[in-house]
């Protein structure tokens, strides 16, 4: 068996051996539905409720992606603007780690505070969320470019602006599809948590609603969503990851 098909039964394998252990051991030992129901009752719940979730699926889904596009463009041309300005990132770096350790969950009140409960904070917040890993995986990968390369371009004459888009971007794409893969996940964290402060509809709020009713296999139903949701964004970019280093023959693509 080739690795190829292996790194895809491996993994539903595995899925498949948890959700049967889930379930035999929820059913041996009579744990209640309210503390940890077995994954038939969520399956069922999923179907029963189709209509409702791909109503909140789908107003997520907009929410992320939108935050993930905003967030990964200004935290990608943040980090080459420090990349080539050395002065620009001695001022502003200390700051944008230190946005970094903002609680998300700290500063979702004031972003809804700030633009209310539609899609506008929900946006902002997985745009904040996503614009961090970028933003310093750009950074660094500029900076980690070959200096013999650099000595090359400049006995060429090449223009600064040359040695940027023809050598450093492309030596940092693998670095830069890594920060691409990471805001793909926190894109969608983002959103359900601004979700969780003040929506009328999303995964988040149906979360918050499922708790608050003790609707136990329902908030499963939509948690399992946000993870599929977050998969599939991953699953995207690593997919357009390997169609731009393979046009590029970039060493960094792997099967």
């Given at each position: 068996m080739s690795n190829r098909y292996l790194k895809i039964i491996a993994p539903a394998l595995t899925l498949g051996a948890i959700l049967g252990v889930w379930q035999v051991v929820v059913s041996l030992f009579r744990i209640p539905v309210y503390v940890l129901p077995p994954p038939s009752s969520i399956v069922i719940q999923g179907v029963d409720d189709w209509a409702l979730l791909s109503g909140n699926v789908s107003i997520t889904l907009l929410e992320s992606a939108a935050g993930f596009v905003a967030g990964s463009i200004v935290g990608f041309f943040l980090g080459v603007v420090m990349a080539e300005f050395d002065l620009f990132a001695r001022c502003i770096l200390p700051f944008v780690v230190g946005s970094n350790a903002v609680p998300v969950i700290a500063?979702?009140?004031?972003?809804?505070?700030?633009?209310?409960?539609?899609?506008?904070?929900?946006?902002?917040?997985?745009?904040?969320?996503?614009?961090?890993?970028?933003?310093?995986?750009?950074?660094?990968?500029?900076?980690?470019?070959?200096?013999?390369?650099?000595?090359?371009?400049?006995?060429?004459?090449?223009?600064?602006?040359?040695?940027?888009?023809?050598?450093?971007?492309?030596?940092?794409?693998?670095?830069?599809?890594?920060?691409?893969?990471?805001?793909?996940?926190?894109?969608?964290?983002?959103?359900?948590?601004?979700?969780?402060?003040?929506?009328?509809?999303?995964?988040g709020f149906a979360m918050v609603q499922a708790s608050y009713n003790l609707q136990v296999p329902r908030l499963w139903v939509n948690i399992i969503m946000s993870v599929c949701m977050g998969l599939a964004f991953y699953g995207l970019v690593w997919l357009f990851e390997r169609i731009i280093l393979k046009r590029f023959h970039y060493s960094g693509v792997r099967d």
């Open positions: 500063i979702a009140p004031l972003v809804v505070l700030w633009l209310g409960t539609g899609i506008a904070s929900k946006i902002a917040l997985a745009a904040f969320l996503c614009f961090f890993p970028l933003c310093i995986n750009t950074f660094k990968g500029l900076q980690a470019s070959d200096k013999q390369y650099r000595l090359l371009f400049s006995l060429y004459g090449a223009t600064k602006r040359e040695y940027l888009f023809q050598a450093k971007l492309p030596a940092a794409e693998a670095y830069i599809f890594a920060g691409l893969k990471l805001n793909a996940v926190f894109s969608v964290i983002g959103a359900i948590v601004a979700e969780f402060i003040g929506a009328n509809g999303g995964l």
